[in-house]
């Protein structure tokens, strides 16, 4: 907490501001009793910007480390399911194994989604982006559920929070299959929650018997894992920001997918694909890579805006990658391409150098094309993993007392006019 103080002189008038200092990271100046001054800060993408105090996540980018609740995520991927880090964004820490099985069985009993659903899927063309039907079927659940939305009830938070997570695998696999024009498959007691989104998403009616590949199985639950939560990026500071006014939790998650949509989030594994689709073939990629250090194209996948070093998620993700891809023993042209992209970013001094390592993106997004999923579903399969984190965040958030976001501005448009009347402008 606040140990110490920085001292600001603006137009001979002193200011002590508090500096705090947490757990883990850097101190942070409190600049709050500045305004008193009559100045605001002004800061760009909020880059220097601590609007909120948080216990959940905790991200080093210079050492490339990422923490949720203490545990790093690597032995978190390798250790434990996605639904047990579910339970720890949520409740703070691990479940024991009593705590697992009754967490586990709300999930399975909510998996499930009213039949009147259907109904709201056909209001949407049949090429729809999955992402959009996502926005408003996410935020239709308000309609659905509208007698749990007191959010000052702690009770009605926590069941909110279950239901988000348990019916995520279901309402992405139904995107799809609307889209594909395939019959809905709803979701199975006897499987996990990987297996079950996979049956819902590839299955058919006429798959009886059908079977789940447990290394896919294994590789969807790490790739959920090590999506869960991110700490306070765009699409989870949207989801505070609308939290802030009291909006009820569905909406608040629906505007975190449409956040996340963007390209330079997390539509980011998306936009792998389409650059290899660009580079079309093997014999392409060095006059590629030669482009990229010209900086003529954009390298996707590669470095990223937090890690400095290596994402340690991409450790992870590339040995399940090789696993993935050893299990099925695709002969993809596709696949070849971004192995050759990989080897390069590896070995050659330029991309070594500027830290542009294959990210959680790139290897994600292969697993994902070597599973048989479309482009067109990873950022739906993005924001079903990082529900976890976003309700977390927003269920901390309501646990203590709040103020509205509101940012302000550096006004820089016309000073006040006289307002001209039509026959009199030119």
Known sequence: MATDKATLNVDGETFDLPIITGKLGRPVVDVSAFADAGYWTYDPGFKVTAPVESKITFINGGEGELLHRGYPIDQLADNAEYLEVCYALLHGDLPNAEQKKDFYAKIQQHSGVHDQLRRFFEGFRRDAHPMAIMVGVVGALSAFYHDGLDVSDEKHREITAIRLIAKMPTLAAMSYKYSK?????????????????????????????????????????????????????????????????????????????????????????????????????????????????????????????????????????KETCDEVLDALGIDDPKLELAMKLEKIALEDPYFVERNLYPNVDFYSGIILK?????????????????????????????????????????????????????????
């Open 181 to 317: 024009g395939e019959p809905f498959m709803y979701p199975r007691n006897d499987f996990n929650y990987a297996e079950n989104f996979l049956y819902m998403m590839l299955a058919t009616p006429a798959d009886v018997d059908y079977k789940v590949n447990p290394v896919l199985s294994k590789a969807m639950d790490k790739i959920f894992t090590l999506h869960a939560d991110h700490e306070q990026n765009a699409s989870t500071s949207t989801v505070r920001l609308a939290g802030s006014t009291g909006a009820n939790p569905y909406a608040c998650i629906a505007a975190g997918i449409a956040a996340l949509w963007g390209p330079s989030h997390g539509g980011a594994n998306e936009a792998v694909l389409e650059m290899l689709d660009e580079i079309g073939t093997v014999e392409n990629v060095d006059e590629f890579m030669e482009k990229v250090k010209r900086k003529e194209v954009k390298l996707m996948g590669f470095g990223h805006r937090v890690y400095k070093n290596f994402d340690p998620r991409a450790k992870v993700m």
């Open 370 to 426: 070597a599973i048989g999923i479309p482009t067109s579903m990873f950022t739906v399969i993005f924001a079903l993993a990082r529900t976890a984190g976003w309700i977390s965040h927003w269920l901390e958030m309501h646990s203590a007392p709040f103020k509205i976001g509101r940012p302000r501005q550096l006004y820089t448009g016309e000073t006040k006019r006289d307002f001209v009347k039509l026959e009199d402008r030119k």
